[in-house]
């Protein structure tokens, strides 16, 4: 049993590492998914954002930042994930995997390093967007050290979840183009949710899609931690969204991934 969870456990680590130095050897594709909400937030501030402060309430377009900041957090996440995907689907296509199935290596541990790798570049790429939020004016004044620990905690559940559906996508596509194209939804969603504008605002009809989708309630649940706004029923939800996510994608990944190639 110990020496199982030894070689899991070795394994893991060295697709880890794997998958972290190509990361960093090829650094153009986080960053140009990085430019995404950087440009949103920029855009939205200094353009709209005294305009967008008043239909939130707001004085001046301080009050957007403190509202959209939380919303573009998670969907720096959704844009990150985006590079797993591809990253999953060009290790398809090139044969690494089907060679690794062939290894006498921990079939989980080809998974867990894309997975973990994934998870800590999009916490980075959090705090990166995030100190450009800060640059930008955003302050969480009130907001105590467990509040800003389970927004951490938060944003790594985010992250776990959305990175197992990227995994899915990615060996489930026939190639990088199309894992990127796949993965798509993951950066357009937050542009249907609560990110930029309040769910009251929207048509009618419209509301009950943003409403019922996972990135609003995790935003709402941000909000509430690091801004002091009611947080209501969205933790749970946002919880449930995270676990239903990762459970699935967990699934849908394994199963692809233990199927034996035609």
């Known amino acids: 049993m110990s020496s199982s969870l030894s070689l899991a456990v070795r394994d893991s680590s060295t697709m880890l590492r794997r998958n972290l130095l190509h990361a960093r050897r090829y650094p153009s594709l986080t960053l140009n998914l990085l430019l995404t909400p950087i440009m949103l937030l920029l855009l939205f501030v200094y353009i709209f954002g005294d305009t967008m402060s008043t239909g939130i309430g707001g004085a001046d377009r301080s009050a957007y930042i403190a509202y959209i900041v939380p919303g573009i957090l998670l969907m720096t996440i959704g844009s990150t994930v985006v590079g797993t995907a591809v990253s999953v689907?060009?290790?398809?296509?090139?044969?690494?995997?089907?060679?690794?199935?062939?290894?006498?290596?921990?079939?989980?541990?080809?998974?867990?390093?894309?997975?973990?790798?994934?998870?800590?570049?999009?916490?980075?790429?959090?705090?990166?967007v995030g100190a450009v939020g800060v640059a930008m004016g955003f302050r969480s004044t009130d907001a105590t050290v467990l509040e800003w620990l389970a927004a951490l905690a938060l944003l790594a559940f985010f992250a776990l979840a959305f990175t197992w559906i990227a995994v899915g996508m990615g060996m489930g596509s026939p190639n990088a183009?199309?894992?990127?194209?796949?993965?798509?939804?993951?950066?357009?969603?937050?542009?249907?949710?609560?990110?930029?504008?309040?769910?009251d605002t929207m048509p009618g009809w419209f509301q009950p899609i943003a409403e019922y989708q996972p990135f609003t309630p995790a935003i709402e649940t941000l909000r509430g931690l690091l801004l002091g706004t009611e947080i209501g029923n969205n933790g749970w939800i946002a919880l449930a969204w995270c676990l239903a996510l990762t459970l699935l994608g967990h699934r849908?990944?394994?199963?692809?991934f233990n199927r034996d190639p035609k």
């Open 89 to 128: 689907a060009t290790d398809m296509n090139e044969g690494i995997i089907a060679r690794f199935r062939t290894m006498a290596i921990h079939r989980g541990s080809v998974l867990f390093g894309h997975v973990v790798g994934s998870v800590l570049q999009s916490i980075l790429s959090v705090v990166l």
């Open 177 to 199: 183009e199309a894992a990127s194209n796949s993965a798509m939804p993951l950066i357009l969603l937050p542009l249907i949710s609560s990110a930029f504008v309040p769910l």
């Open 252 to 256: 849908w990944s394994q199963a692809q």
